[in-house]
C-alpha cells in the first residue's frame, strides 16, 4: 500500500490511496472535484489518516444530544433493556439530560460540560446518592454506545466522569440502650 497521489482530471484535481487487498486485487479509495491541489492533498491526506486509523471513513454526525438520545432510546434501550430499566432511562433523560444537555450538537459536549452538569445537579437537588450513580449511567451508556456502536461520535466524554462527593444532610444520632 503506497501513500496519497494526486492526479488532474480535466480541470479537477483527484486524491487516490491503496487498500487492503480483497481476494487478491488491489483496491483503491479515490475521491474527485478538488479545485487546487492543496485541497486534494490535504482531503486525501485526512481520508488516509482515517483509514489507517478505522478502516473506515469517519463522518460526524450532526445530531443534537436530545434527538440522539431519543434515537439511542429506540434503537437501543427498547431492544436491549428490561421495562422498569428502560422506564427509569425514560424519566431520567426527560427530567435532567434533555432539558439542560439537550440543545448542544452530540458531538460539541466535552467531558467537561459534562462534568459540570452533574456538578450542578448534585448542588441542585438532594437525591441518594443511588439515584445519581444512575444518572451517570444514563450518560455513560449513551456516550458509549454513540461512540462504539453508532460511531456519532469519534471520542467518548463520559469516561471520566464522577460524582462529586456527597454528604449525607442528615445529623447521625447515636442511640443509647439502658
Known amino acids: 500500500m503506497g501513500n496519497v497521489t494526486i492526479q488532474k482530471r480535466g480541470k479537477y484535481y483527484q486524491y487516490k490511496f491503496e487498500v487492503a487487498k ?7 479509495i479515490n475521491k474527485s472535484g478538488f479545485d487546487t491541489k492543496d485541497e486534494a492533498i490535504k482531503a486525501g491526506n485526512i481520508a488516509y489518516t482515517e483509514y489507517l486509523n478505522t478502516g473506515l471513513v469517519f463522518k460526524e454526525k450532526e ?3 436530545s434527538d440522539y438520545l431519543d434515537y439511542w432510546y429506540e434503537n437501543y434501550c ?3 433493556l428490561k421495562y422498569n430499566t428502560r422506564r ?3 424519566t431520567i433523560m426527560d427530567k435532567y439530560l ?5 440543545k448542544y450538537r452530540l458531538s460539541s459536549l466535552t467531558s467537561v460540560k459534562l462534568n459540570s452538569f452533574v456538578v450542578e445537579l448534585c448542588n441542585k437537588y438532594s437525591f441518594k446518592k443511588a439515584y445519581y450513580n444512575s444518572i451517570l449511567k444514563v450518560l455513560k451508556n449513551c456516550f458509549r ?5 453508532y460511531g456519532f461520535i469519534r471520542y467518548n466524554p463520559a469516561l471520566t ?4 462527593k456527597i454528604e449525607d444532610n442528615k445529623d447521625f444520632q447515636k442511640h443509647l440502650y439502658n
Do not use: H, M, W
Request: without cysteine; proline residues 7%; glycine residues 6%.
Open 98 to 102: 434533555k432539558p439542560e444537555l439537550g
Open 161 to 164: 466522569l464522577k460524582l462529586p
Open 145 to 149: 454506545i454513540a461512540t462504539d456502536i
Open 22 to 28: 480483497v481476494d487478491g486485487k488491489r483496491k483503491f
Open 63 to 65: 445530531i443534537s444530544f
Open 88 to 90: 427509569t432511562y425514560k
Open 78 to 80: 427498547e431492544v436491549n
